[in-house]
DNA sequence: GTAATCATGACAATAGCTGTCACTATTATA
DNA sequence: TATAATAGTGACAGCTATTGTCATGATTAC
């Protein structure tokens, strides 16, 4: 092995232990501690930042631990995350705004010209359609560091009673229509809670450990089950036309599925949450003419009296 | 300069250069040009893909020129491209989608156990709500490059009509609600159109010039100024309860803006083209009593004439 | 006080590197 | 076809760098 190739294996080494003695490298890389010291010296001068503590425990030490060894990415592989970059691009708030664009940097600069070319046109060439909203959500690091840590919060949210103090759980954070939302179980109603990270002041990870609610396996795709294991179910059947499915097939809601005939109309059949069915009324009426409610009777008699009361604000019927 | 820096600062000026001469190289770091062949020689035995060509041009050339030098990034930044992934995680076809797996597996595989344990549970703490969609849309690559490169298209599309072969010059494309969106200039119809991907069956570039439409300050940002410019404006007046508020601030649409009272409640004073007026009546009543809609009169027409059928429909007014 | 760690310097032996030189092969171009 | 521009190979003398061994010293936790 050249010494040239030893250096870089070492440099991977280095990278991946972080903390090791001048012996143990010396016997993996089949060397004289002599010459381990020698090459450890030599990769400082190189530009890797190790420094060394004498004693017991002592040994050598990555100094900028938070740091990769230099990895080579295909001119693909950038601009593949320069496109996952633009999903993000909508948001007010997001985690992480400051490392994503100092690693779009980093990329950017190591490219050649007809590749920043390319990247630079892809931006006007592609888009995620997201609501531009303005409220701030400055919080967002902390929450979600928190649930990655399983630490608890104490926040101020600003609530229908006003800005009050919480101290929560969070399970996790997620966008939705361009607002992110922090579903959590809050100590103070013993309960889950959904939380719209806008409405959240001031957030500060708690380090003392507090009492401990039961959600070790709890997380965001499981936490609405959790949450709502009383719920009622009832029936739903919905005609739609064809324009209905249409309308359906390119609405946005996590929604019951739809089966579809040979000429483009279909219909719904599936159980929901009693408790929504405030929201699926409003959400059939705005269909209007192109869904037909046919069951459950609280659904239609819920339908039947909206349409009662706008029909006497809109005049309909004369 | 010990041979391994030398190496080291070889290895940036190839990736840098591209192509070069032995003798050039030579004088740039000072050595004679056996000594650089001998360099370039352990460079390729350290795994850099560098092949030469003899005559006149000739020289090397870095084998895989698509590849950037290699890149040390922090670990935060690695997280944040990880992060950024997964607001794609919910869609069926994206493009780069093989170029992202690599490149993740790149970062992963070069990163210590703890933060490989930090970026597995980011997993199930950070969501993007989009609706998980069937339909399969293959020729986002495609499509993209197209637009890139302002290159004409020739595809198969299952439109209305049944499927037909277009010829398009794409704008870009762009996703909403879980579905990607190609707006683009149609040879056959001569104006801008709409196309949904997923009914995109086939695509492929076309390498020949064809006939060039004027659009090359033509982007995802102005598209559709050109596509509406010809649209009739009308000005509406809606107020809005609190609810009616709320429902407006969390829903999806590009839409107009609302004011706001002290008491919660607000309205909506602006301007809507006049071929979105049957959108608008949906949508205005499927907020139910939480908007009352004033003006335009087509609108209020419109929602009244809606809820007529509906009420016969459903049995409302007995 | 002991043991575990890094650290330094020196030296002999030897491995590797460097530049020079002579020669060969390939290829584009006039 | 000849020429020039390129990479390529091998050999060799002279020189440099590397290596392991040895002796010694300093720091630090226990």
Same mark, same amino acid.
């Given at each position: 092995?050249?010494?040239?190739?030893?250096?870089?294996?070492?440099?991977?080494?280095?990278?991946?232990?972080?903390?090791?003695?001048?012996?143990?490298?010396?016997?993996?890389?089949?060397?004289?501690?002599?010459?381990?010291?020698?090459?450890?010296?030599?990769?400082?001068?190189?530009?890797?930042?190790?420094?060394?503590?004498?004693?017991?425990?002592?040994?050598?030490?990555?100094?900028?631990?938070?740091?990769?060894?230099?990895?080579?990415?295909?001119?693909?592989?950038?601009?593949?995350?320069?496109?996952?970059?633009?999903?993000?691009?909508?948001?007010?708030?997001?985690?992480?705004?400051?490392?994503?664009?100092? /690693?779009? %940097?980093?990329?950017?600069?190591? $490219?050649?010209? +007809?590749? =920043?070319?390319?990247?630079? !046109?892809?931006?006007? *060439?592609?888009?995620?359609?997201?609501?531009?909203?303005?409220?701030?959500?400055?919080?967002?690091?902390?929450?979600?560091?928190? /649930?990655? %840590?399983?630490?608890?919060?104490? $926040?101020?949210? +600003?609530? =229908?009673?006003?800005?009050? !103090?919480?101290?929560? *759980?969070?399970?996790?954070?997620?966008?939705?229509?361009?607002?992110?939302?922090?579903?959590?179980?809050?100590?103070?109603?013993?309960?889950?809670?959904?939380?719209?990270?806008?409405?959240?002041?001031?957030?500060?990870?708690?380090?003392?450990?507090?009492?401990?609610?039961?959600?070790?396996?709890?997380?965001?795709?499981?936490?609405?089950?959790?949450?709502?294991?009383?719920?009622?179910?009832?029936?739903?059947?919905?005609?739609?036309?064809?324009?209905?499915?249409?309308?359906?097939?390119?609405?946005?809601?996590?929604?019951?599925?739809?089966?579809?005939?040979?000429?483009?109309?279909?219909?719904?059949?599936?159980?929901?949450?009693?408790?929504?069915?405030?929201?699926?009324?409003?959400?059939?009426?705005?269909?209007?003419?192109?869904?037909?409610?046919?069951?459950?009777?609280?659904?239609?008699?819920?339908?039947?009296?909206?349409?009662?009361?706008?029909?006497?604000?809109?005049?309909?019927?004369?």
């Amino acid at each position: 092995m050249s010494k040239s190739k030893r250096l870089m294996e070492l440099m991977l080494a280095v990278h991946r232990k972080r903390s090791f003695t001048v012996k143990e490298l010396a016997v993996e890389f089949g060397v004289s501690s002599r010459t381990m010291l020698r090459d450890l010296q030599e990769l400082g001068e190189l530009g890797v930042p190790l420094y060394s503590e004498v004693g017991p425990h002592g040994g050598y030490r990555l100094l900028n631990e938070r740091m990769l060894p230099p990895i080579a990415f295909s001119e693909e592989e950038a601009a593949a995350v320069f496109f996952a970059s633009h999903a993000l691009r909508h948001y007010r708030d997001i985690p992480f705004r400051t490392e994503i664009s100092s /690693a779009l %940097q980093k990329f950017y600069l190591h $490219m050649p010209q +007809d590749v =920043r070319g390319k990247i630079d !046109e892809m931006r006007d *060439r592609v888009d995620f359609q997201v609501p531009h909203r303005s409220q701030s959500a400055p919080m967002l690091n902390v929450l979600l560091q928190a /649930a990655i %840590q399983r630490q608890p919060v104490r $926040m101020e949210y +600003d609530g =229908r009673a006003g800005v009050e !103090e919480r101290e929560i *759980r969070p399970v996790g954070i997620y966008a939705s229509n361009g607002l992110w939302y922090c579903p959590a179980y809050c100590l103070n109603r013993q309960d889950y809670r959904l939380f719209r990270c806008d409405r959240i002041k001031t957030a500060e990870i708690m380090e003392r450990p507090t009492e401990e609610p039961e959600m070790e396996q709890v997380h965001l795709g499981n936490w609405g089950s959790v949450h709502d294991r009383d719920s009622e179910l009832t029936g739903i059947h919905v005609e739609l036309s064809r324009e209905g499915c249409r309308r359906f097939e390119t609405g946005m809601w996590p929604q019951p599925q739809i089966r579809k005939r040979e000429d483009g109309t279909g219909w719904i059949e599936s159980r929901i949450p009693k408790s929504d069915i405030e929201y699926y009324a409003h959400f059939f009426i705005g269909l209007g003419m192109e869904a037909h409610v046919l069951q459950p009777a609280e659904l239609v008699l819920s339908i039947r009296q909206m349409l009662a009361a706008m029909a006497e604000r809109y005049g309909a019927g004369e």
